[in-house]
Each structure stands twice: as C-alpha cells, then as structure tokens.
C-alpha cells in the first residue's frame, strides 16, 4: 500500500513541477534520512529559493508556495524575492 501512494504523490508531484514550470518556477524535492521530504521552489529572478519540508512530496511543494506567496504578498513585489 504504500508503494501505491509514494506512486501517488511522485505522479501528483509531477503535475505541480508541470504547473509551476508554465511560470518559469523551477520545483525539486528529494526525501531526507528521516524518511520526509525537502521540496524546494525559486522563481524567476528570485534570489533566493524557499525551502520547505513535508511528510510528502506534494506536502512540501505545497508548504513551499504558500510560502513564497505569503513572502510575495507581504513584500507588495511580482514574484522577486530578496
């Protein structure tokens, strides 16, 4: 059962990696020792890439963007960071 979500998250994961991509964000993940996952997200001309950690996948991108979305909205910018 656990094969199937890991399958699961890796194929919705995916799908955000596609989504972000159309706005030239670039998304990558890779599983930590402790067996969660490190996701991070930078967008164009970004200075700095936000970087998250989740139980899955598709946990950490997301925590990834609601942070960069925050950090946008408090900053009053298009997507700079930094």
Known sequence: MAGLFDGV???RAVKLR?????RRWLVSW???DD???LARLSPPGASRTIVRYGRT?????ERAA???KFAIEIRGT?????
């Not at 596609?18 to 159309?22: I, M, P, Q, R």
């Not at 996948?57 to 991108?61: F, G, P, Q, S």
């Open 9 to 11: 998250d890796e194929d």
């Open 18 to 22: 596609s989504t972000f991509g159309l």
């Open 30 to 32: 890779e599983t930590r």
């Open 35 to 37: 067996g969660t996952w």
């Open 57 to 61: 996948r598709v946990e950490a991108i």
């Open 66 to 68: 609601r942070t960069l």
């Open 78 to 82: 298009r997507g700079q960071l930094g």
